[in-house]
């Protein structure tokens, strides 16, 4: 493969984090395969047209389904609200081509798994945009626990906080419904959930509590008319992990002050990893007998830093962190590596997360 066209569905927040990535991966990266921006969707096919044009793209649809039929589109990347990843990825795999997905990657966890299983049987290359586990810092973690540096695992504690819905007045959206979004635990707990499988390895059990604040917003900006609202505000469980570790997680989008909180303690029996994606270039690690926790911060020694900056302490940041997913995705899709989290492990995450649901419904523990 010489030469890979993209094509982009959606032209929002992470439509343009998707194209600053694709735009930047190839100056960034020695790749082995030449990028072509070829062609961007939006239902607005205004925005479509001037968003293509603004980020270089060589054609412009208004409907997704034009850019999956073009012939030189051989990657799709879905960044529309969650309902519409079940169709959009569908189709893509049906065409037989590789498909870059946002998270969380289905409404359903059964949606979830016919996207997986489609995925086995088109035989092609898929990701989910879990950008997060790409910071060197989290990938040195892993190494790290693999290592046996904290010893036999103890505990995982783990947050994911914003507070971009903590103002009861703020209108309600997509997100709200739970026919498109699943509240706090889908938007911003998925994450949480997929950097635990990640450095923890699977969780056996689960119990769990959800909660709405919020009963109601207003159907748009200053509107006098509300509606109800069916999808948590806040989520909290307790799990049990396969390797006998034990954990708790918690993710809201109305906790005043944080922005950006993933934060997670992991504990063993030799010592203690720390970590908060606000403060992304930094890991903390207390071994035992130390006199407090030692500062690892991020540079050029960590592999992926050094391709942004040969200099520690300079900082990688959000679309850093997306031009590293890209990459990884990119040197799969040319058959050298399967470092990323595929619509298999992505479905785990949503079995994971329909657990909690149902924990917190049926209030009882539940086994995966």
């Given at each position: 493969?010489d ?5 982009l ?5 992470m439509?343009r984090?998707?194209a600053?990535a ?5 100056a ?9 921006l070829?062609?961007?969707a939006?239902a ?8 293509a044009?603004?980020?270089?793209f060589?054609?412009?649809h208004?409907?997704?389904r ?13 960044t529309t ?7 959009m990825a ?16 289905a ?5 979830a798994e016919?996207m997986?299983q ?29 290592n046996?540096?904290?010893?036999q695992?103890?505990s995982?504690q ?22 498109q ?8 707990g ?20 959800t ?5 109601e917003r ?5 509107a006098?008319?509300?509606r ?9 469980a ?19 002050g944080y922005?950006?909180h ?7 029996t ?8 606000e403060r992304?270039?930094?890991?903390r690690?207390y071994?035992?007998?130390?006199p ?12 992926g830093?050094a391709a ?13 962190l ?6 990884e ?5 040319c058959g ?5 989290t ?15 649901r ?9 086994t995966?």
């Amino acid at each position: 493969m010489d030469e890979l066209g993209v094509g982009l569905i959606g032209t929002g927040f992470m439509g343009r984090a998707h194209a600053l990535a694709f735009r930047s991966v190839g100056a960034v990266f020695e790749l082995p395969v030449r990028l072509r921006l070829a062609a961007l969707a939006d239902a607005d096919g205004q925005r479509a047209a001037h968003c293509a044009k603004a980020w270089g793209f060589a054609q412009a649809h208004a409907d997704w389904r034009q850019l999956i039929d073009d012939p030189q589109v051989g990657l799709v990347a879905i960044t529309t609200p969650n309902h519409l990843h079940f169709p959009m990825a569908m189709a893509a795999l049906a065409a037989g081509k590789a498909v870059y997905c946002e998270k969380p990657l289905a409404v359903t966890s059964e949606q979830a798994e016919q996207m997986h299983q489609a995925a086995q049987a088109a035989g092609v290359v898929t990701r989910v945009g879990y950008n997060y586990q790409h910071n060197p810092l989290i990938i040195l973690a892993r190494e790290l626990i693999g290592n046996g540096e904290l010893g036999q695992l103890v505990s995982f504690q783990g947050e994911f906080s914003e507070d971009f819905m903590a103002d009861p007045d703020s209108p309600w959206t997509w997100r709200c419904d739970p026919q498109q979004a699943g509240g706090a635990l889908a938007d911003l707990g998925s994450h949480l959930l997929a950097m635990a499988r990640f450095l923890m390895g699977p969780v056996a059990a689960v119990c769990a509590d959800t909660h709405t604040v919020h009963q109601e917003r207003p159907v748009r900006a200053g509107a006098p008319e509300r509606r109800a609202i069916a999808v948590d505000d806040q989520a909290h469980a307790l799990l049990r992990f396969t390797n006998g570790a034990r954990g708790n997680v918690g993710s809201s989008w109305i906790k005043h002050g944080y922005k950006n909180h993933l934060a997670f303690e992991i504990s063993g029996t030799l010592g203690t990893l720390a970590f908060d994606q606000e403060r992304l270039n930094e890991l903390r690690l207390y071994r035992a007998g130390q006199p407090g926790f030692q500062r690892l911060l991020a540079g050029p020694a960590l592999p992926g830093y050094a391709a942004f900056s040969p200099a520690p302490g300079h900082q990688l940041g959000y679309n850093e962190l997306k031009t590293l997913e890209v990459q990884e995705l990119l040197m799969a899709m040319c058959g050298q590596g399967r470092d990323g989290t595929d619509f298999q492990e992505a479905w785990e995450v949503e079995r994971l997360a329909a657990a909690i649901r149902l924990a917190a419904q049926e209030q009882r523990w539940i086994t995966l």
